[in-house]
Structures are given as C-alpha cells and as structure tokens.
T-cell receptor
Framework: EAAVTQSPRNKVTVTGGNVTLSCRQT?????MYWYRQDTGHGLRLIHY???????QIGDVPDGYKATRTTQEDFFLLLELASPSQTSLYFC????????????FGEGSKLTVL | GDSVTQTEGQVTVSESKSLIINCTYS????????LFWYVRYPGEGLQLLLK?????QKGSSRGFEATYNKETTSFHLQKASVQESDSAVYYC??????????????FGLGTTLQVQP
C-alpha cells in the first residue's frame, strides 16, 4: 500500500511566523504535490515537483516556497505566515507512468493567528 | 482555462436511497482529459474512488459508477443505494497525465454527502 506521511498534523502559529510542512512518500513516485483545501474553493494546487531538485509552480503559489530535497521528501515553506494561509494542506504523490491515482497524506491543519 | 464544476456543496440522502452528484468539466488545454472521482472520509486523506480515461466509458467502484460523457462534458457520480458509511466528501477531478512534465489534477469544490439512517 502506497504511503504518504505529513508532519506536523496540526500547527498553530502567529502572523509573520515561519512554518515548514513536511511530506515523505515511500512509493518511489516521481511526482509530488502540495494542495490546500478551503471551504468554497476545493483543492488548489500550490506547488509540485517531478523529481529531486525540481519545482513547478502551481495555481496559488503566492506566499509559499517549496523544496524537493530527495525523491522521498517535499517541503512547503511559509516564511511570513498570514491568516489567509490558515487552511488544510494535503501532500500527494504519483508514479510517472500512472494514469491518475494520486496518493494523499492525511493532511496538515495550519492555523495562523 | 480548465475547470471542474460541482453544483452541490452538500447533499443529504436517506439510507438505501439513490444518489447522484453532478460534475461537469471544461478544458481548453487538455486534448484527452482523464476524469476522476476522489473521496475523503472523515479524518483521512483523499483516496481515488474511480477513474475513466476514455470518453464514453464507465468507471465503477464500491457500488458507485460514473460515465465519461464528452458531448455534455459531464461525469456524474451515481449510486443506486447509499449506506451510512458512504458519508464523506466527494471530489470530481480533471487531469492531464499523458504528456510532458506538467501532470496535475484540477479538482472541483467537493460535495459533502450526508447519509441519514
């Protein structure tokens, strides 16, 4: 069974704070993604990557950086967190040749006060 | 651009009754879109429910089914008899996973299904 693990599962920070969300997949998948989920907006793609050292811009990248350090690890960085970034964040991965089965982590709930 | 529309934010159905969750899509950049339904049960991450990659075909899983209709650009999710355990959030998604390195899925807003006993 494919596994995607996110940490932390819950995080509270203040405006201007620095946050790193971590994602690790042990599926040997090439592609990894960061989405945010908000009521009224569904899932929106922030950044994604197709391999170590690669980064692609998603649909809502402002205020976020990301880094893919290894095949397994993909990090989402909020260097100056704002209340508008309060959300539920999902990481996902997919094998290169696969036709659509994203494997998702359980989500990281971030609250910015 | 590309988009997925789910018109119902929440649907409430009594157990054993039939269900339909509407999904329509629009794409200007994907020549051969793949269509998906994902489900998120409480406290869990999203998981693939079913997928169809060819227009005109039907996908099915766990009693749910959806037909890829290219003429009406629709991919509605249906189930003949729902159970309380089907209560979850359902997401329709559109993807281009066939070429290049821009593989990503575009999700609808999600429909929360509440099944009443």
């Amino acid at each position: 069974e494919a596994a995607v693990t996110q940490s932390p599962r819950n995080k509270v920070t203040v405006t201007g704070g620095n946050v790193t969300l971590s994602c690790r997949q042990t599926n040997s998948h090439n592609y990894m993604y960061w989405y945010r989920q908000d009521t009224g907006h569904g899932l929106r793609l922030i950044h994604y990557s197709y391999g170590a050292g690669n980064l692609q811009i998603g649909d809502v990248p402002d205020g976020y950086k990301a880094t893919r350090t290894t095949q397994e690890d993909f990090f989402l960085l909020l260097e100056l967190a704002s209340p508008s970034q309060t959300s539920l964040y999902f990481c996902a991965s997919i094998r290169r040749a696969n036709t659509g089965q994203l494997y998702f982590g359980e989500g990281s709930k971030l609250t910015v006060l | 651009g590309d988009s997925v529309t789910q018109t119902e934010g929440q649907v409430t159905v009594s157990e054993s009754k039939s269900l339909i969750i509407n999904c329509t899509y629009s794409t200007t950049s994907i020549a051969y879109p793949n269509l998906f339904w994902y489900v998120r049960y409480p406290g869990e991450g999203l998981q693939l429910l079913l997928k169809v990659i060819t227009a005109g075909q039907k996908g099915s899983s766990r009693g749910f089914e959806a037909t890829y209709n290219k003429e009406t650009t629709s991919f509605h999710l249906q189930k003949a008899s729902v159970q309380e355990s089907d209560s979850a959030v359902y997401y329709c998604a559109l993807g281009d996973l066939g070429t290049g390195n821009t593989r990503k899925l575009i999700f609808g807003l999600g429909t929360t299904l509440q099944v009443q006993p």
